[in-house]
């Protein structure tokens, strides 16, 4: 039996699901019942009957599936597979803006951890963060943990005082203006999708602003056959098989996230064999981050 039939008979036998992110390696996400950005998979892990999750991502995302869900058994394929960005503020600075700002709302990226939720009055992803901080009844917004993203939600909502945080995903900060400009110099036809994780430089070349989820679904309405890719390469698996026909390039071969390719086909058969790697937060913790994200799915209704 081969480690995909292998993984599937599991998953049957033990009433298990499989959710992967965009970034992980395209031979899991062939496998994975649910594909998606964060908001997605944070939706899709309380909406599922499963026993057990296996949450094909990195640290964050699987604390913020075990908090959605207290009644589920969530896996991680590697312990080991965390977010730079998760770890960019603390509990310290949080507490210093809410002393020097009135009316403060602590907007939480869900790129972040269980401990920084705790202390958070909302979570947003980059495909709702926008929609959420508008409709704040709060002025002062400090949004955490990625002033990449702060700086853009910023300029989309000018009527509120968005203090950023000095936090950035390494992959995206990375990216660099000359590169987009030299790929729209072999390619002069190719639209430039961009990630708002990205530096400014970046967003000002873009000729499409949004999410991983948010790219797809451009390329998809889009009547383009050449796009230049500013995010993360695993997106391509995604973006290829639903558009055969178009052509997609990247910026640089350093458009990897290590940490989401530590997901791998063996991995997961190894936690469903085994039900190892679970995900615990204790109790005062699910409460208090789950707040936040409840909250999220609320307002991005």
Not at 91 to 111: F, G, P, Q, S, T
Request: proline share 4%; aromatic share 6%.
């Amino acid at each position: 039996m081969s480690v995909i039939e292998e993984i599937r008979r599991l998953k049957e036998e033990k009433n298990a699901v499989i959710l992967a992110h965009y970034y992980v390696p395209d031979e899991v996400q062939e496998i994975a019942d649910y594909i998606g950005d964060s908001y997605y998979l944070s939706k899709a892990a309380q909406k599922t009957d499963a026993d057990i999750i296996v949450f094909c991502g990195v640290k964050f995302m699987g604390e913020s599936a075990a908090i959605l869900n207290p009644e589920k058994k969530v896996l991680m394929p590697d312990m080991a597979a965390d977010c730079a960005m998760a770890h960019m503020v603390q509990l310290e600075k949080i507490r210093e803006m809410r002393e020097k700002y009135e009316d403060l709302a602590v907007v939480c990226y869900i790129n972040s951890t269980a401990e920084i939720k705790t202390c958070s009055d909302v979570c947003v992803t980059s495909a709702n963060a926008v929609k959420i901080v508008k409709n704040l009844p709060n002025q002062n917004i400090f949004f955490i943990p990625d002033g990449n993203l702060g700086r853009y939600v910023a300029e989309q909502v000018p009527e509120k005082n968005v203090i950023l945080n000095d936090g950035c995903c390494p992959i995206h900060a990375a990216m660099s203006a000359e590169a987009v400009k030299r790929e729209k110099e072999k390619h002069p036809e190719a639209k430039f999708l961009v990630h708002p994780e990205c530096t400014g430089e970046l967003l000002e070349l873009a000729d499409y602003i949004g999410s991983t989820s948010g790219i797809i679904d451009f390329v998809a309405g889009d009547e383009g056959k050449e796009y230049i890719i500013g995010t993360e390469v695993g997106v391509l698996y995604e973006l290829k098989k639903q558009n055969p026909d178009k052509n997609f390039y990247i910026l640089s071969d350093n458009q990897i996230c290590a940490d989401m390719k530590l997901v791998t086909l063996e991995k997961v058969l190894e936690v469903l064999k085994q039900e190892t790697n679970e995900v615990k937060v204790t109790e005062k913790v699910r409460i208090q981050a789950g707040a936040p994200l409840e909250k999220m799915l609320m307002l991005a209704k």
